[in-house]
């Protein structure tokens, strides 16, 4: 518990300083995000709003985790051991990071909305991907099951060829539906709270039952869990110092920097915690936004040119039915909340559940 807070008490405050620090370098470099003329025309008005903020994201999480073990480890009478699941967890984060650093770098250089090409940036986030499952099933021992909560919820093994390549669906998938949310202000980093916040209480009630609990490794099967909790906590602080500047009006967004990181990051949590059917749960608002875009696509082709929602992603469909950009940020964050609430509960129930057999 002492590790938790204190890791999350630096993320926030890196990641506070950090956004500060980068609004200030990019608003006297007159570095802005251009926006995309087929958007709501309401948004043009953000044109120039500086981007990339998705950098203190990634930086304050990775400096809250690697210096809690490192200020832990110097006090007397305490330890913190970094594991190399969370090292894989915080890289994979670290490395999407990067490739969503430089789409929007492209993007403020060029001063177009258009960074790197589909196919490049596909490339990025696949070997991102493949590089977390090629370690992960060499140097850990995540289980390569199908989970819900228990590693055996379904009986499905995947085996490591078929785990391998769920992993690197799973990260693709997640690390582009929170880019197609990142629309509104403070829409995917908010979301993100509730997303990490979720998964810091999942690690530690796992944690707990490696310590309380003999039937630990009958149920989940997840020896780093206590370190994958402190990964969480420090995303989760992350985007909550993110959000300060990210609320609209927002005086920054986080770009792909972020958006990529965040998805990676909730993946390869779920992944390593072996809860890979709550994630859609979880990460319900960019389920959401991503299956209203390919719906629109979908649907647009069956039909010749027909639309089934005003404009996709989701949330720009309400904002042309008449709503304000806040009520349908804040409205998602609700049913964020919401979800998170029902993905605990649909965990803690199949704990009781096991252990009751």
């Keep these: 518990m002492i590790r938790l807070l204190l890791a999350a008490g630096i993320a926030l405050t890196l990641s506070i300083l950090g956004t500060q620090l980068l609004i200030d370098i990019l608003t006297r470099s007159k570095i802005g ?28 999480a990775a400096g809250g985790y690697l210096l809690s073990d490192l200020l832990l480890s110097l006090s007397p009478g305490q330890s913190a051991i970094i594991t190399r699941s969370g090292l894989l967890v915080m890289g994979a984060i670290c490395t999407a990071g990067f490739v969503g650093f430089l789409d929007d770098w492209i993007k403020v250089s060029r001063e ?15 070997t991102v991907a493949v590089l977390f499952a090629v370690l992960s099933s060499q140097f850990t021992s995540i289980p390569t099951s199908l989970g819900f ?26 690390s582009n539906a929170v880019n197609l949310t990142d629309g509104l202000d403070g829409l995917a980093a908010g979301s993100g709270i509730f997303s990490y916040a979720a998964f810091t209480l999942i ?30 906590v420090t995303m989760m602080a992350a ?17 792909d920097t972020g958006s990529l990181a965040i998805g ?3 993946a390869t949590l779920a992944l390593a915690t072996n809860t890979h059917l709550l994630l859609p749960i979880i990460g319900g608002i960019y389920v959401m936004e ?15 040119g027909r639309r089934l ?7 720009h469909h309400f904002e042309l039915l008449g709503w304000k950009e806040t009520k349908v940020i804040i409205r998602f964050w609700l049913i964020g909340g919401a979800l998170t609430l029902i993905a605990l509960g649909l965990f803690y129930a199949d704990y009781v559940g096991a252990v009751g057999s």
């Design 112 to 126: 177009r909305n258009l960074g790197l090409n589909a196919r490049t940036k596909t490339a990025g986030l696949v």
């Design 309 to 315: 929602f005003r404009m996709a992603p989701l949330h």
């Design 239 to 255: 985007c909550a110092g993110f959000l300060w500047f990210n609320a609209a009006p927002a005086e920054i967004f986080m770009g």
């Design 264 to 266: 990676t990051g909730l």
């Design 33 to 60: 995000q251009p926006i995309r003329e087929d958007g709501p025309q309401g948004h043009m008005i953000k044109a120039g709003t500086p981007t990339m903020g998705g950098v203190g994201i990634v930086l304050g």
């Design 149 to 174: 909560a228990r590693h055996d919820f379904l009986g499905i093994e995947f085996g490591p060829w078929g785990w391998g390549i769920w992993a690197v669906v799973l990260i693709y998938a997640t």
């Design 203 to 232: 690690g530690f009630w796992i944690f707990r039952q490696n310590v309380d609990d003999d039937l630990f490794n009958d149920i989940y099967q997840v020896p780093h869990a206590l370190d994958l909790s402190v990964v969480a």
């Design 290 to 304: 991503a299956l209203a875009v390919i719906l629109q696509v979908g649907f647009f082709k069956i039909t010749g």
